[in-house]
């Protein structure tokens, strides 16, 4: 198992930019694929993109890709998302997901989830 804390959420104009962080602890990180979802009450949770162990490989769900960035740092046990011109739309709550894979856009192949962190876009 391993824990993972998400960080960086907040209120934001539209067309802004924010960096969410995802920590981890509890299990060797450089094995790990994680995943970016987000959730909007009432709404399934939705894949935002994956990256793999290594961080050599990544992939943004198709039209959020010209905004988002996911990306990974091994050696600080974090996986980061980049996300630039903020829509109203992008509104949610975002969490971060480990598991044994990286390149899929269902919640229930990923075993380990943080607690979520609220981004809210409004003028």
């Known amino acids: 198992q391993v824990q993972l804390v998400e960080s960086g959420g907040g209120l934001v104009q539209p067309g802004g930019s924010l960096r969410l962080s995802c920590a981890a602890s509890?299990?060797?990180?450089?094995?790990?694929?994680m995943a970016w979802f987000r959730q909007v009450p009432g709404r399934e949770r939705e894949a935002v993109g994956g990256?793999?162990?290594?961080?050599?490989?990544?992939y943004i769900t198709t039209y959020m890709k010209e905004r988002f960035t996911i990306s990974r740092d091994n050696a600080k046990n974090t996986i980061y998302l980049q996300m630039n011109s903020l829509k109203p739309e992008d509104t949610a709550v975002y969490y971060c997901a480990a598991g044994n894979t990286w390149y899929s856009s269902s919640p229930t192949d990923f075993d380990s989830w943080g607690q979520g962190t609220q981004v809210t876009v409004s003028s």
């Open positions: 990256i793999n162990s290594n961080g050599r490989n990544s």
């Open positions: 509890g299990r060797a990180f450089d094995t790990l694929g």
